[in-house]
Each structure stands twice: as C-alpha cells, then as structure tokens.
T-cell receptor, first 114, second 114 residues
Framework: KTQVEQSPQSLVVRQGENCVLQ??????????LRWFKQDTGKGLVSLTV?????DKTSNGRYSATLDKDAKHSTLHITATLLDDTATYIC?????????????FGAGTQLIVIP | DMKVTQMPRYLIKRMGENVLLECGQD?????MYWYRQDPGLGLQLIYI???????SEGDIPKGYRVSRKKREHFSLILDSAKTNQTSVYFC?????????????FGEGSKLTVL
C-alpha cells in the first residue's frame, strides 16, 4: 500500500504563476519530510527538509509546510520559471538515523509553459 | 565537489546476463543506498550500506546483491538479469547517522534487459 500520496499527478502552469503541490502520507512514525526536484533523466536534488510539528521552510522561490497532525505537507513555488519544469518528489523518513526507511511518493510532474 | 557518480549511465543486457552497476562518492559518507525507480511508483530501496562490509536488505532485495569494499564505492550486482529488472537505478549517499542531513543522489543508471 502506498504510504506517500502526492497530488496532483501532473500540473501545467504559465511562467510567472504560483503553484502548490500536495503530499499526504500515512508513514508512522514520521520523523521528517523532504521535498526533492528531479529533472528529466537526472537524479534527485534536495529542496528542503521539514522536521518539526508545524515546520515551515523557505529556500528562494520554494517554501514548504508540514502538519504532522494531519500528516500533510505542501510545497509552494512562487513566480515559476521554465527551469522549474521537473518532477517534485515528497519523501517521508520514519527515523532520524540511517537505520530508518525513506518512503517515496511517485511525484508531481510540473510543466511550466511560456 | 560533493558528488555521487554512477556508471554506466545506460546499459542494455540480455536476459540471463550479469550486470554490474557502480557508484562512487567523494564525501566520505558512511551510508549509501541503491534504489530503483519505475514509472508511476516511488523509489524503492534495494539495499542500504552503513559502511564497508555492513550491508542490509531493503524492501526489494530479491535478485540483487551488493558489494562495498571501500567507503567511497558501492556496487549493485544482478546475477542473471531478468526482464522485470528493467528500470532506472539510483545510488545515494548520506552522512552516517543523521538522515535529516543532506542526501545526495547520482544521476541514475538506466538498465534495459531484453
């Protein structure tokens, strides 16, 4: 059973628009949550890590929230650029150590058009 | 330069042939991982290595084995490849114990088994 669900599956926005990606999970315990960006044919690049109960992070035009009570996270991308076209992957870690497992979502494919 | 390097990037093999995928990292990370990524699915953990000769099965180890004789190098071996092992394989590394630290991925090795 998939423990990390991402929505939407795909999304098309115009350059300059904002967008919000959603991640719902059932992983227990939920030690931390990461968002990754994966360009086509490339590896995953970490955007941010959220650890605490109602954590919020900001990394340039990317900002993210985590609600551990609701087991829900959002990734906001502000003023999208063509280079934001990629798959965004939500990952939940069930431990804080390497002994824990990372649970990957299938990703949201974002396409930014001119 | 902090980097995870995978070789080869692309590989075509016939069913029953042996496959060797290699991964190197230049950050002296203790922990290294092998994942596979299939369309519509999240990354699935094949093996995790905590250090030299300290390897553990992940969620889908069947049909795979690994070798880690040097900290900077982690190999994935398929003895007698099967067509359902056609996939993109990703290697990753992290600094030992704290997964909330940075997690680095290679660019992937695309394996096709005919």
């Amino acid at each position: 059973k998939t423990q990390v669900e991402q929505s939407p599956q795909s999304l098309v926005v115009r350059q300059g628009e904002n967008c919000v990606l959603q991640c719902n999970y059932s992983v227990t315990p939920d030690n931390h949550l990461r968002w990754f960006k994966q360009d086509t044919g490339k590896g995953l690049v970490s955007l941010t890590v959220l650890v605490h109960e109602n954590d919020k992070t900001s990394n340039g035009r990317y900002s993210a929230t985590l609600d551990k009570d609701a087991k829900h996270s959002t990734l906001h991308i502000t003023a999208t650029l063509l280079d934001d076209t990629a798959t965004y992957i939500c990952v939940v870690g069930d431990r804080g150590s390497a002994l824990g497992r990372l649970h990957f979502g299938a990703g949201t494919q974002l396409i930014v058009i001119p | 330069d902090m980097k995870v390097t995978q070789m080869p990037r692309y590989l075509i093999k016939r069913m029953g042939e042996n496959v060797l995928l290699e991964c190197g990292q230049d950050m002296s990370h203790e922990t290294m991982y092998w994942y596979r990524q299939d369309p519509g699915l999240g990354l699935q953990l094949i093996y995790i290595s905590y250090d030299v000769d300290s390897n553990s099965e992940g969620d889908i180890p069947k049909g795979y084995r690994v070798s880690r004789k040097k900290r900077e190098h982690f190999s994935l071996i398929l003895d007698s490849a099967k067509t359902n092992q056609t996939s993109v394989y990703f290697c990753a590394s992290s600094l030992g114990g704290r997964v909330t630290g940075q997690l680095y991925f290679g660019e992937g090795s695309k394996l096709t088994v005919l």
